[in-house]
């Protein structure tokens, strides 16, 4: 029996609320609060409020009553119209309906779900394949389940939050090396006491910036020091390597990497994270992992979706193609134009176009937006300290037609900013 139902409830016994003691939790956010309004005081618009009244395809939506070229989603394939998706969720949800109801260890796990692990499994080549409700639920599993207090996990600085979330979750030692320096993470590995597990944690491609990581010298370094290694292609799956698998499959290190995290919300178009591997007991995680565990499930119509976009990726080589065409132009031209970007040549479907401070972003971003295309603005923490930028994402789906008009847009907003001479 609990305490509460041993003693009954008797309302004289309520200590009153003092309203003198105590603080708003709230205050700790004042200066973030002052900053944003300040700059809302300059007449700009809120970058982070934006609202996509009618999307028409994978590069053209309506914001502000206006028909706005898209520049900053993460829809690199352009799945989400793909008719035949689109009709593997409707059918969905009209035979299992609108959702589960349930975790995967209960009644959570639907044909759909099983379909969907086998569609990564082929995808990646892989024995094992879990389906986790998102990407950061993937990483924060991960992290937090296979790595104990006597292990430790050696990460890129410029690691994604879940990366870092997971890691906070967790018990592990957290090292962080300096982002893709492979002497750092060799050092910081050699500084590392020899009991312990040791995972180290890389990136395809780091999503603020749209560089991609030295994965073979770093998978070099990682296995002679004995770590597993875990690489997130959550920017890279789709397009890079052979068979669309990442950056991982394009450096030829495959054989070496030991867990592949990943998710649905960008290359496959709808929602879901996973992790794939190989390694034999990988599928107790399904027990031990309370990011998959003490969570719903994806719905039946996201799965099915998922589950039909990844084997349709498997044939998407033309694709892949044109969405490189459109990253190399794209690169090329805002260089000419004379912005500074944050790669020398484009390396993945990212461009970052780096400004000096937050107005100046913010001012280029409405400018940019008023001519029709939208991109992601960005800044710390999500940036590195003291950075702002702009992130175009291309799709390939964008036509020759858009990439020429955005690069007549960028000059436009540009000169009106004095973003560029
Ligand atoms: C590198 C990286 N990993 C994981 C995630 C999380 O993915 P999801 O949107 O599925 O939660 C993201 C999302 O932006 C990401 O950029």
């Known amino acids: 029996m609990t305490e509460a139902a041993r003693t009954p409830y008797d309302p004289a016994d309520e200590v009153p609320m003092d309203h003198t003691v105590g603080r708003d939790l709230f205050s700790k956010f004042d200066p973030l609060i002052n900053e944003r309004q300040a700059l809302l005081d300059t007449g700009v618009r809120d970058p982070f409020a934006l609202v996509m009244e009618k999307v028409h395809s994978p590069t053209l939506a309506t914001i502000n009553a206006k028909k706005t070229i898209l520049l900053?989603?993460?829809?690199?394939?352009?799945?989400?119209?793909?008719?035949?998706?689109?009709?593997?969720?409707?059918?969905?949800?009209?035979?299992?309906?609108?959702?589960?109801?349930?975790s995967r260890v209960l009644n959570g796990t639907y044909q759909g779900h099983k379909e969907c692990e086998e569609a990564l499994k082929e995808f990646y080549g892989t024995r094992h394949a879990m389906v986790f409700s998102t990407g950061y639920q993937a990483n924060l599993g991960l992290m937090s389940t296979i790595a104990g207090k006597e292990d430790y996990i050696i990460l890129d600085a410029d690691s994604h939050a879940s990366i870092y979330d997971g890691c906070a979750l967790g018990n592990a030692q957290i090292v962080r090396f300096r982002h893709n320096s492979v002497e750092d993470l060799e050092k910081r590995l050699r500084r590392l006491p020899p009991e312990g597990g040791r995972l180290v944690v890389l990136e395809g491609v780091y999503s603020m910036l749209g560089d991609i990581a030295p994965l073979?010298?770093?998978?070099?370094?990682?296995?002679?020091?004995?770590?597993?290694i875990v690489v997130d292609e959550a920017h890279g799956m789709g397009f890079f390597g052979k068979h669309g698998r990442g950056v991982f499959e394009e450096a030829g290190v495959e054989d070496d990497i030991d867990f592949v995290v990943g998710t649905f919300s960008k290359s496959v178009g709808t929602v879901g994270g996973f992790v794939v591997s190989n390694h034999p007991k990988f599928d107790v995680m399904r027990l031990v992992c309370r990011p998959y565990v003490f969570t719903a499930s994806l719905p039946p119509s996201v799965v099915a979706t998922a589950a039909t976009s990844i084997r349709k990726l498997m044939h998407a080589g033309n694709k892949r193609g044109h969405l490189w065409e459109n990253s190399r132009r794209l690169h090329l031209g805002l260089r000419?134009?004379?912005?500074?970007?944050?790669?020398?040549?484009?390396?993945?479907?990212?461009?970052?176009?780096?400004?000096?401070?937050?107005?100046?972003?913010?001012r280029m971003w409405q400018a940019l937006l008023e001519q029709g295309v939208y991109v992601n603005m960005a800044r710390p923490p999500a940036t590195p300290a003291g950075m702002y930028l702009l992130r175009c994402s291309l799709c390939a789906d964008h036509t020759d037609e858009q990439v020429g008009q955005i690069l007549g847009m960028f000059e436009a907003a540009g000169r009106a900013t004095g973003c560029i001479a």
């Open 72 to 102: 900053g989603t993460y829809n690199y394939m352009g799945m989400t119209f793909d008719p035949d998706v689109i009709a593997a969720g409707k059918r969905a949800l009209d035979e299992y309906g609108s959702g589960t109801t349930g």
């Open 216 to 228: 073979k010298e770093m998978v070099a370094v990682a296995k002679a020091a004995g770590a597993m």
């Open 336 to 362: 000419e134009l004379g912005f500074t970007l944050a790669t020398p040549e484009a390396q993945s479907a990212i461009i970052a176009v780096l400004l000096p401070d937050q107005n100046t972003t913010v």
